[in-house]
Protein backbone atom coordinates (compact mmCIF):
# COMPACT_ATOMS: atom_id res chain seq x y z
CA UNK A 1 0.00 0.00 0.00
CA UNK A 2 2.89 2.45 0.55
CA UNK A 3 4.04 1.87 -2.80
CA UNK A 4 0.96 2.60 -4.59
CA UNK A 5 0.57 5.74 -2.15
CA UNK A 6 3.67 6.98 -3.48
CA UNK A 7 2.71 6.52 -7.06
CA UNK A 8 -0.81 8.38 -6.04
CA UNK A 9 1.07 11.09 -4.57
CA UNK A 10 3.43 11.56 -7.56
CA UNK A 11 0.05 11.28 -9.82
CA UNK A 12 -1.62 14.36 -7.68
CA UNK A 13 1.61 16.12 -8.09
CA UNK A 14 1.81 15.87 -12.21
CA UNK A 15 -1.54 16.59 -12.32
CA UNK A 16 -1.16 19.92 -10.20
CA UNK A 17 1.82 20.57 -12.39
CA UNK A 18 0.39 20.16 -16.08
CA UNK A 19 -2.74 22.07 -14.95
CA UNK A 20 -0.79 25.33 -13.89
CA UNK A 21 -0.10 25.11 -17.57
CA UNK A 22 4.02 23.61 -17.17
CA UNK A 23 4.89 21.04 -19.94
CA UNK A 24 7.68 19.29 -21.79
CA UNK A 25 9.43 21.49 -24.38
CA UNK A 26 9.56 19.72 -27.93
CA UNK A 27 7.05 16.99 -29.39
CA UNK A 28 5.49 14.02 -27.92
CA UNK A 29 6.10 12.27 -31.06
CA UNK A 30 7.20 12.51 -34.40
CA UNK A 31 4.17 13.56 -36.06
CA UNK A 32 4.74 17.32 -34.47
CA UNK A 33 1.99 16.50 -31.85
CA UNK A 34 3.69 18.98 -29.12
CA UNK A 35 3.52 18.46 -25.38
CA UNK A 36 1.66 21.52 -24.64
CA UNK A 37 -1.54 20.58 -27.29
CA UNK A 38 -1.91 17.78 -24.93
CA UNK A 39 -4.66 18.54 -22.14
CA UNK A 40 -4.32 17.43 -18.44
CA UNK A 41 -6.55 14.97 -16.82
CA UNK A 42 -8.23 12.29 -17.84
CA UNK A 43 -8.65 14.37 -21.55
CA UNK A 44 -4.73 13.23 -22.06
CA UNK A 45 -5.43 9.77 -22.84
CA UNK A 46 -7.24 10.11 -25.90
CA UNK A 47 -4.28 13.12 -27.06
CA UNK A 48 -1.32 10.48 -26.47
CA UNK A 49 -0.69 8.26 -29.15
CA UNK A 50 -1.15 4.84 -28.16
CA UNK A 51 2.08 3.70 -28.57
CA UNK A 52 3.18 6.77 -26.26
CA UNK A 53 0.95 4.73 -23.63
CA UNK A 54 2.32 1.36 -24.36
CA UNK A 55 5.34 2.69 -23.78
CA UNK A 56 4.35 4.26 -20.29
CA UNK A 57 2.45 1.44 -19.12
CA UNK A 58 5.77 -1.62 -20.31
CA UNK A 59 7.91 1.24 -17.99
CA UNK A 60 5.51 1.19 -14.95
CA UNK A 61 5.39 -2.32 -15.40
CA UNK A 62 9.30 -2.67 -15.43
CA UNK A 63 9.21 -0.26 -12.28
CA UNK A 64 7.00 -2.49 -10.56
CA UNK A 65 8.21 -6.30 -11.27
CA UNK A 66 12.35 -5.22 -11.44
CA UNK A 67 12.98 -1.88 -9.35
CA UNK A 68 9.96 -1.41 -6.83
CA UNK A 69 9.81 -5.25 -5.58
CA UNK A 70 9.70 -5.92 -1.92
CA UNK A 71 12.43 -8.74 -1.39
CA UNK A 72 11.21 -10.55 1.72
CA UNK A 73 13.92 -9.67 4.90
CA UNK A 74 15.94 -7.25 3.00
CA UNK A 75 13.50 -4.08 4.11
CA UNK A 76 14.11 -2.40 7.14
CA UNK A 77 10.75 -1.07 7.86
CA UNK A 78 7.29 -1.48 5.66
CA UNK A 79 7.58 0.11 2.69
CA UNK A 80 11.40 -0.14 2.35
CA UNK A 81 11.77 -0.82 -1.47
CA UNK A 82 16.03 0.07 -1.52
CA UNK A 83 16.67 -3.45 -1.89
CA UNK A 84 20.34 -2.70 -1.87
CA UNK A 85 20.31 -0.21 -4.33
CA UNK A 86 18.86 3.44 -3.87
CA UNK A 87 19.47 4.41 -0.99
CA UNK A 88 20.09 8.68 -1.43
CA UNK A 89 21.89 8.98 2.49
CA UNK A 90 19.26 6.73 4.52
CA UNK A 91 22.06 4.94 6.73
CA UNK A 92 23.51 8.48 7.35
CA UNK A 93 20.61 9.65 9.29
CA UNK A 94 20.17 9.43 13.13
CA UNK A 95 17.06 6.34 14.19
CA UNK A 96 15.29 9.77 15.08
CA UNK A 97 15.63 10.89 12.15
CA UNK A 98 14.44 8.22 10.10
CA UNK A 99 11.76 8.15 12.48
CA UNK A 100 10.61 11.58 11.70
CA UNK A 101 11.33 11.20 7.49
CA UNK A 102 8.72 7.75 8.04
CA UNK A 103 6.06 9.98 9.96
CA UNK A 104 6.40 13.28 7.38
CA UNK A 105 5.60 10.47 4.66
CA UNK A 106 2.30 8.58 6.04
CA UNK A 107 1.27 12.09 7.34
Known sequence: ELKHGRICMLAVLGH?????????????????????????????????????LAQMFIFVGFLEIVVMKDVKGTGEFPGDFRNGALDFGWNTFSEEQKLSKRAIELN
Do not use: E, H, K, Q
Open 16 to 52: MVTTAGMRLPGNIDYAGTSFASIPSGIAALSAVPALG
